[in-house]
């Protein structure tokens, strides 16, 4: 089991920032390719962000290209999303998951851990 805990979350004005963290207890967490997610109300929860075991490789959504940036520090068991230009579309509660292969690490089903989330919200 890969327990996972999310803080960071809050209220910010657009242009704003924001740093989440997602910290794993449990299982190593060097086994685990790392991904946020993200669900707004009505929505389904959608890709954002995803960091491979090593940190070495990443992929990002299109809609927060340029704006957000994953990392990770394997000797904390904690993954990092700083997300800078803070824009309305952006307000939904963020979730860390984690999963063992790279292969299909976009999609929520094909991950084994989820933290509980962390509210963000953009202000017009």
């Known amino acids: 089991q890969v327990q996972l805990v999310e803080s960071g979350g809050g209220l910010v004005q657009t242009g704003g920032s924001l740093r989440l963290s997602c910290a794993a207890s449990g299982r190593t967490f060097s086994n685990y390719h790392m991904g946020w997610f993200r669900q707004a109300p009505g929505k389904e929860r959608e890709f954002v962000v995803a960091i491979s075991r090593d940190g070495t490789s990443t992929l990002y959504a299109d809609s927060v290209k340029g704006r957000f940036t994953i990392s990770r520090d394997n000797a904390k068991n904690t993954v990092y999303l700083q997300m800078n230009s803070l824009k309305p579309d952006d307000t939904a509660v963020y979730y860390c998951?984690?999963?063992?292969?790279?292969?299909?690490?976009?999609?929520?089903?094909?991950?084994?851990?989820w933290g509980q989330g962390t509210q963000v919200t953009v202000s017009s």
């Open positions: 998951a984690a999963k063992e292969l790279w292969a299909g690490i976009t999609a929520p089903k094909y991950y084994n851990y």
